[in-house]
């Protein structure tokens, strides 16, 4: 089968182009035929054949490689909600590969729901070219993508039914009111053209995700639900040392600040952190940042930890750190929010808590901390088989590229 992965990213930035570029590469070993159209860039580790992509745009100001007029704030806002350069050179790819189906990850803002006119017309000409996309986010639902107000630092759902203007007035994208104003258009003006009609199955990756995209008339009969694969093959085994484990974005919406309270409140127990995120953290001397760690580093301080924390405040999808965790032998201490439940199995290979609560957050950790026996109990009910492969979800995956019913 011929498979042409769309995403604006084209490198491992985050979950979804991890999700993308593991699968991508599974399903070639298994000799289907995989490309890839988004944005061009120094980072970028896969492609096409054509040699097509977008220019690179940088929303956030992260990027100094690139010129000043592809930097946030030197944009044409209008360019993020229609791409004619990604309709146009997506066309051009599609004849030129000519994939048995397309499937859609992160394409909102650099690449814009552009790339599905593209897909229509190629269909329109006969071509049978099935439209899936896999749902990393909330962005068909809510335009800042994460169904939370972070003027008010609390998950909201009032953009669920179709309105869009409380996104421009908690100025919800990035804190500013251009930016928010431009989402709210972006999502209304796609939802009145009924572009996403088009889409034959929205891959949903909780129940909890599936549930919110199930109030809307317009996708509850495309949903499915298929958890996320584990992606690690580290062997695991490593012998416990003593410390808790938290890996991932020191964002807000992470719950990096509450867990930096009970850090606090339990100078008896060391931590690592590992990632990256909010700037100016002011760490607790029994906090050690480890910084930005990824494959084998990262799966071996994984696999030593006595046991890991998610204290995500938002709508958590399925989150592959909490899979990573499991699958690698460490029990998962989580917070009880969107997908995370169903990937603990409480008691056995982990514990939840209420999100944002400092105090229970607190009073679990120590508990798990004080009572090794228990927490190694937990370790001896985590393994790798507790989820998909990739080669077990791309077996499912296929059924769902094929159309049929039981994918």
């Given at each position: 089968?011929?498979?042409?992965m769309?995403?604006?990213?084209?490198?491992?930035k985050?979950?979804?182009e991890?999700?993308m570029?593991?699968l991508g590469e599974?399903?070639e070993?298994?000799?289907h035929?995989?490309e890839y159209f988004?944005?061009?860039?120094?980072?970028?580790?896969v492609g096409n054949r054509?040699?097509l992509?977008?220019e690179a745009?940088d929303l956030?100001?992260?990027?100094q490689?690139?010129?000043l007029y592809k930097?946030?704030?030197?944009?044409?806002?209008l360019?993020?909600?229609?791409?004619?350069?990604?309709?146009?050179?997506?066309?051009?790819?599609l004849w030129v590969f000519r994939?048995d189906?397309?499937?859609l990850n992160n394409?909102?803002?650099?690449?814009t729901?552009?790339?599905?006119?593209?897909i229509m017309?190629?269909?329109?000409?006969g071509?049978i070219?099935p439209?899936?996309?896999?749902?990393?986010d909330y962005q068909l639902l809510?335009?800042?993508?994460?169904?939370?107000n972070?003027a008010?630092?609390?998950?909201?759902?009032?953009?669920?039914?179709?309105?869009?203007?409380?996104?421009?007035?908690?100025?919800?994208?990035?804190?500013s009111?251009?930016?928010?104003g431009?989402?709210?258009?972006?999502?209304?003006?796609?939802?009145?053209?009924?572009?996403?009609?088009?889409?034959d199955?929205?891959?949903?990756?909780?129940?909890?995700?599936?549930?919110?995209?199930?109030?809307?008339?317009?996708?509850r009969?495309?949903t499915?639900?298929?958890?996320?694969?584990?992606?690690?093959?580290y062997?695991?085994?490593?012998?416990?040392?003593d410390?808790?484990?938290?890996f991932?974005?020191?964002?807000?919406?992470k719950?990096?600040?509450t867990?930096?309270?009970v850090?606090r409140?339990?100078?008896?127990?060391?931590?690592f952190f590992?990632?990256t995120g909010?700037?100016?953290?002011?760490?607790p001397g029994?906090?050690?940042?480890?910084?930005?760690?990824?494959?084998r580093?990262?799966?071996?301080?994984i696999?030593?930890?006595?046991?890991?924390?998610?204290?995500?405040?938002?709508?958590e999808?399925?989150?592959?750190?909490?899979?990573?965790?499991?699958?690698?032998?460490?029990?998962?201490?989580?917070?009880r929010?969107g997908g995370?439940p169903?990937?603990?199995d409480?008691?056995?290979?982990?514990?939840?808590?209420?999100?944002?609560?400092a105090d229970?957050?607190?009073?679990?950790v120590?508990?798990?901390?004080e009572?090794?026996?228990?927490?190694?109990?937990?370790?001896?009910?985590?393994?790798?088989d507790l989820?998909?492969t990739?080669?077990?979800y791309s077996?499912?995956?296929?059924?769902?590229y094929?159309?049929?019913?039981?994918g």
């Amino acid at each position: 089968m011929k498979i042409l992965m769309i995403n604006k990213f084209l490198y491992p930035k985050g979950g979804s182009e991890t999700y993308m570029l593991r699968l991508g590469e599974y399903l070639e070993s298994i000799s289907h035929e995989v490309e890839y159209f988004g944005m061009d860039s120094a980072e970028r580790t896969v492609g096409n054949r054509a040699g097509l992509y977008t220019e690179a745009v940088d929303l956030r100001g992260e990027s100094q490689d690139l010129p000043l007029y592809k930097r946030a704030g030197a944009v044409n806002p209008l360019k993020l909600v229609y791409s004619r350069e990604a309709e146009e050179k997506l066309s051009k790819l599609l004849w030129v590969f000519r994939p048995d189906v397309c499937h859609l990850n992160n394409i909102n803002f650099q690449l814009t729901p552009s790339v599905i006119l593209a897909i229509m017309r190629y269909r329109n000409r006969g071509n049978i070219c099935p439209i899936i996309m896999t749902a990393h986010d909330y962005q068909l639902l809510c335009p800042n993508h994460m169904c939370r107000n972070p003027a008010l630092g609390e998950n909201c759902e009032k953009c669920l039914s179709g309105n869009y203007f409380n996104c421009m007035r908690y100025k919800c994208i990035h804190g500013s009111l251009l930016k928010s104003g431009l989402g709210a258009f972006e999502a209304g003006f796609w939802r009145t053209a009924g572009i996403y009609r088009h889409i034959d199955k929205i891959i949903c990756c909780s129940d909890f995700q599936k549930g919110l995209f199930d109030r809307s008339p317009l996708f509850r009969e495309k949903t499915v639900r298929l958890h996320n694969f584990a992606g690690s093959c580290y062997p695991g085994g490593e012998e416990k040392k003593d410390y808790v484990l938290y890996f991932g974005r020191y964002d807000e919406e992470k719950g990096i600040k509450t867990l930096l309270e009970v850090c606090r409140r339990l100078p008896q127990v060391r931590f690592f952190f590992a990632g990256t995120g909010l700037k100016k953290i002011i760490f607790p001397g029994n906090v050690t940042d480890l910084g930005f760690l990824q494959g084998r580093k990262l799966e071996k301080t994984i696999a030593s930890a006595r046991f890991s924390v998610f204290p995500s405040e938002w709508y958590e999808n399925c989150p592959f750190s909490v899979m990573e965790s499991i699958s690698l032998g460490t029990p998962a201490l989580g917070a009880r929010i969107g997908g995370i439940p169903e990937l603990i199995d409480e008691f056995v290979t982990g514990e939840l808590f209420e999100s944002g609560n400092a105090d229970e957050l607190t009073e679990t950790v120590k508990r798990l901390w004080e009572d090794r026996s228990r927490v190694e109990s937990y370790s001896k009910n985590c393994r790798p088989d507790l989820f998909d492969t990739v080669a077990s979800y791309s077996r499912k995956l296929m059924r769902i590229y094929k159309g049929e019913k039981d994918g």
